[in-house]
Nanobody, 124 residues
Framework: QVQLVESGGGLVQAGASLRLSCAAS????????MGWFRQAPGKEREFVAT????????YYTDSVKGRFTISRDNAKKTVYLQMNSLKPEDTAVYYC?????????????????WGQGTQVTVSS
């Protein structure tokens, strides 16, 4: 069983930066592909980024490319999402997800585990 706990959300102005963290416990962290998803009010949850267990395979959704960076520290069992140049449309609850040996958005799209989410609000 893997538990995921996100942190780092908050209220910022457009153009600012935030770094989200997702700390994992249980399981062998490096065996899991990790991903970030987000859900805005009234919308479905959407994929944001994913990183493979070793960190060498990374994907982003088009709307965040060049602004967001996903990374992981397997020694600390933590995955990060650095978010720069934030826009009001980035406002959402951000969720961390884990799936065994996932390497693609399709794999991570059906995760084994979810975190509880952290709110990110970007004001204009």
């Amino acid at each position: 069983q893997v538990q995921l706990v996100e942190s780092g959300g908050g209220l910022v102005q457009a153009g600012a930066s935030l770094r989200l963290s997702c700390a994992a416990s249980g399981g062998t962290f490096s065996d899991y592909g990790m991903g970030w998803f987000r859900q805005a009010p009234g919308k479905e949850r959407e994929f944001v980024a994913t990183i493979s267990g070793g960190g060498s395979i990374i994907y982003y959704t088009d709307s965040v490319k060049g602004r967001f960076t996903i990374s992981r520290d397997n020694a600390k069992k933590t995955v990060y999402l650095q978010m720069n140049s934030l826009k009001p449309e980035d406002t959402a609850v951000y969720y961390c997800a884990a799936r065994w040996r996932a390497t693609t958005p399709q794999n991570i799209g059906v995760p084994n585990y979810w975190g509880q989410g952290t709110q990110v609000t970007v004001s204009s």
